[in-house]
């Protein structure tokens, strides 16, 4: 029936309800059959038998927008599964659903994790905090959650729309160039120069406002090739990226750089 309707060859109609062998026949139509290799499981087992064993704890608390969908930060979580793996440690997942609980659950955590999104919270309030209770500008805010405010610590990129949202973010692999070698996220890398990673944003770190944050010791460590733009930053033992954490690589070695870090620092 399919094959008179759809001019596919009878051989080429496979039903998976009775066979698990649809690649046999892709393989033959392409004249692959005597090419592919035998699969290799020994590293994938060796890697399941290491998760099995894991058993000292560390536990990161994600605070976003969407926790109550399942599937809504799923690369977050699993760059954070795959860093704990890395720190030989096992990483527990919790979703409290009444307020008092997650609130305890909070204070008990190694670690705070908030997801990129909008609204606000994420890297903005860290800058906008520290120019509050150290710069001590009261009123400083981010121009997304306040446009009239007097001193704007983040504000809209100049390249943007604000009329027209589809299409108006700075997305994709970007570059940034680390400004210093001594700092955790150059280290992570291998101590390179640059990195390229995944970019989904509509506003920046206020480029007038850097040289006032980074006199009162804000340091913004990786910036983009202009050296305007603010991309990775550090105060007091506590750093930030503006990467998206979600995948790019392909390898079973590759780990979310940033993330391994924020692990690490929790555990050694």
């Known amino acids: 029936m399919l094959s008179s309707s759809c001019y596919f060859q009878v051989d080429n109609i496979i039903t998976l309800y009775d066979e698990q062998r649809a690649h046999e026949a892709i393989l033959k139509v392409l004249n692959l059959s005597g090419v592919a290799k035998k699969s290799s499981l020994e590293e994938w087992t060796s890697r399941a038998n290491l998760c ?130 001594d700092c955790k996220s150059a280290k992570l890398y291998g101590n390179r120069s640059f990195i390229d990673e995944r970019h989904r944003h509509r506003y920046e770190v206020n480029p007038d406002m850097v040289p006032q944050l980074e006199r009162a010791g804000f340091l913004f460590t990786g910036k983009d090739e202009t050296g305007q733009r603010m991309e990775d930053m550090k105060f007091i033992a506590k750093w930030a990226a503006k990467t998206r954490k979600s995948y790019k690589r392909e390898e079973l070695d590759d780990v979310r750089f940033e993330t391994l870090g924020h692990i690490q620092g929790f555990v050694y």
């Not at 908030?114 to 860290?126: E, K, L, S, T």
């Not at 150290?134 to 390249?159: H, Q, W, Y």
């Open 52 to 181: 099995d064993r894991l058993h000292v704890p560390v536990r990161v608390a994600m605070v976003g927008k969407y926790t109550g969908l399942s599937d809504s930060y799923l690369s977050v979580l699993k760059a954070l599964l795959h860093a704990s793996v890395a720190c030989r440690r096992k990483l527990t997942k919790e979703s409290p659903k009444d307020y008092r609980a997650a609130w305890n659950l909070l204070k008990g955590a190694d670690a705070i994790l908030v997801p990129g999104g909008f609204g606000d919270r994420g890297m903005q309030i860290a800058v906008v905090e520290f120019a509050r209770s150290v710069l001590g500008l009261e009123d400083a805010n981010s121009a997304e959650f306040d446009p009239k405010t007097r001193n704007p610590c983040v504000i809209f990129m100049p390249e943007g729309s604000k009329t027209h949202m589809g299409g108006t973010m700075r997305l994709g692999s970007r570059r940034t160039y680390f400004q210093v070698k």
